[in-house]
């Protein structure tokens, strides 16, 4: 039986405040009207969302150190920062893909933040499942975190061999299948996923885009979540640090969209993470790495990523 320090009113509590800053995400990113997000009001909300998490983490701390003790204080907010920092790491990959199908589809920037609130809101149903699939797995199966840990392992390796290659979307399985079975308009119908004409309902381009936005969180998931279970397999600090992740992440898409590219060896470093998580999850058994140490070799891969993309350009292709 896995041990969780979060209570029937801890839980319950953080699903209302989940719910109610959704809420005003959806009204103040969002709106009724279709607008494009400033970089201004995406840095807004991106440091809400940190800081919320942040805030979180503290009242956490505070709470076990009051009824618990110092020591577990200390350990789970340092569980729910590692996490946190893998996760939010983690989701910065999600951008990619998501610009790359914005740009594919020639999605005009007001429309794209109705699909990113459809797609957030997916992810985090899809992660509420796999996290209590994962914990009951990892329950029921003490062995299935080895198993987590090769799948991470080959993952990250195979992120470092294909990191600048470029899916092309047109062999994409379920972008063909749904050309193949959907009546499907030519132009875009506003912020709308499905319109009628002649009395025959069509869905618009932009349900199209929708379906790969929330298969891309799919697959993400299948990912990170396994990578957490290297920090902690307490079911409230997987949830709680994996949501603050999510919930940040149409505010960061915004921030990040037009910067993409001065990032490019960020894939490179996240592939690292999936490698080192990945390992110790192996290594578990023979080994057990501190959760500080974990935090810190993850900052330092994911910073040292960053300032190196910021110092290096990134190869042109070449003219011909």
């Given at each position: 039986?896995?041990?969780?320090?979060?209570?029937?009113w801890?839980?319950a509590?953080?699903i209302?405040?989940?719910?109610?800053?959704?809420a005003?995400?959806i009204f103040a990113?969002?709106g009724?009207?279709a607008?494009r997000?400033s970089v201004?009001?995406?840095l807004g909300w991106?440091?809400?969302?940190?800081?919320?998490?942040?805030l979180?983490?503290a009242?956490?701390?505070w709470y076990?150190d009051v009824?618990?003790?110092r020591?577990?204080?200390?350990?789970?907010?340092l569980?729910?920062?590692?996490?946190?920092l893998i996760?939010k790491?983690l989701s910065?990959?999600n951008?990619?893909?998501?610009?790359?199908v914005?740009?594919?589809f020639?999605?005009?920037?007001?429309?794209?933040?109705?699909v990113l609130l459809?797609g957030?809101?997916?992810?985090?149903?899809?992660?509420?499942?796999?996290?209590?699939?994962?914990?009951?797995?990892?329950t029921q199966?003490?062995?299935?975190l080895?198993?987590?840990g090769a799948?991470?392992v080959?993952t990250?390796v195979?992120?470092?061999?294909?990191?600048?290659?470029e899916?092309?979307?047109e062999?994409n399985p379920?972008?063909?299948?749904?050309r193949?079975?959907?009546r499907?308009?030519k132009?875009?119908?506003g912020?709308?996923?499905?319109t009628?004409?002649?009395?025959?309902?069509?869905?618009?381009p932009l349900f199209?885009v929708l379906?790969l936005?929330?298969?891309?969180?799919?697959?993400?998931a299948?990912d990170s979540?396994?990578?957490?279970?290297a920090?902690?397999t307490d079911p409230?600090i997987v949830?709680?640090?994996?949501?603050?992740?999510?919930m940040g992440l149409r505010a960061?898409?915004?921030?990040?969209a037009?910067?993409?590219?001065?990032f490019?060896l960020?894939?490179y470093?996240?592939?690292l993470?999936?490698?080192f998580?990945?390992?110790k999850m192996l290594?578990?058994?023979w080994?057990?790495?501190?959760?500080?140490?974990?935090l810190?070799?993850?900052?330092?891969?994911?910073?040292?990523s960053?300032?190196?993309?910021?110092?290096l350009?990134?190869p042109?292709?070449?003219q011909?």
């Open positions: 039986m896995i041990e969780s320090v979060g209570n029937g801890m839980w509590g953080f209302v405040f989940v719910l109610a800053m959704l005003v995400d990113l969002g009724k009207n607008h997000v201004k009001e995406a991106s440091i809400v969302w940190v800081s919320l998490a942040l979180f983490n009242g956490l701390w076990l009824n618990v003790g020591e577990v204080a200390n350990t789970k907010a569980e729910f920062l590692s996490g946190y996760e790491s910065v990959d951008i990619f893909v998501f610009l790359m914005f740009s594919y020639a999605v005009p920037p007001e429309y794209q933040r109705r459809y957030i809101l997916g992810a985090l149903v899809m992660r509420a499942i796999m996290i209590l699939l994962g914990v009951w797995l990892v199966f003490s062995w299935v080895y198993v987590f799948f991470l080959i990250g195979k992120m470092l061999i294909f990191a600048d290659h899916p092309d979307l062999k379920i972008l063909r299948w749904l193949g079975h959907l499907i308009t132009d875009y119908e912020e709308r996923f499905f009628i004409r002649n009395g025959v309902r069509y869905v618009t199209l379906i936005i929330e298969a891309t969180d799919l697959v993400f299948v979540i396994p990578a957490i279970f920090i902690t409230f949830f709680t640090s994996n949501i603050f992740a999510i960061l898409y915004f921030l990040l037009d910067m993409a590219d001065r490019h960020l894939k470093g996240l592939a993470v999936l490698i998580v990945g390992g290594a578990a058994y080994f057990h790495l501190p959760v500080q140490y974990s810190a070799i993850v900052g330092t891969i994911i910073f040292g960053i300032v190196l993309s910021l110092k350009s990134k042109q292709p070449a011909h």
